[in-house]
């Protein structure tokens, strides 16, 4: 499913539900993930989630669901022995923005993200 190149590759279908409801739930305020899990996603921790909320604070635009324009732009490719991922986030004003998300996908038996962090690179 994942390819292990050097390569940037679009974020796979499997995926990118998995993207639309980390965005729904940081819409309904949890950035860790506690309150309303997302399947084959582990919490973040609370540094993170503080981290994630300040930054988009910070960006000056709130949030929204993930318009399907953001998957023109996201990606994921293979680096470190891990799969990292930049998903672009959509806002009110801005269908794709600069606010990015970023997570990984460990080589493990049970696949999973792990959301790094929210900022614009």
Known sequence: MLERDDREHPVPLEWRAAFRQIVETFLAGDFQLRHYPVENVKPAAASIATSISANILAYGDELAALDTATWESSIYRWMDGEWQFLVDLTTNGETVSD???????????????????????
């Not at 049970?110 to 959301?115: D, M, T």
Request: proline share 4%.
């Open 99 to 121: 606010l990015t998300l970023h997570a990984r996908v460990i080589d493990a038996t049970r696949l999973y993200l792990e959301i790094q962090s929210v900022h614009v690179p």
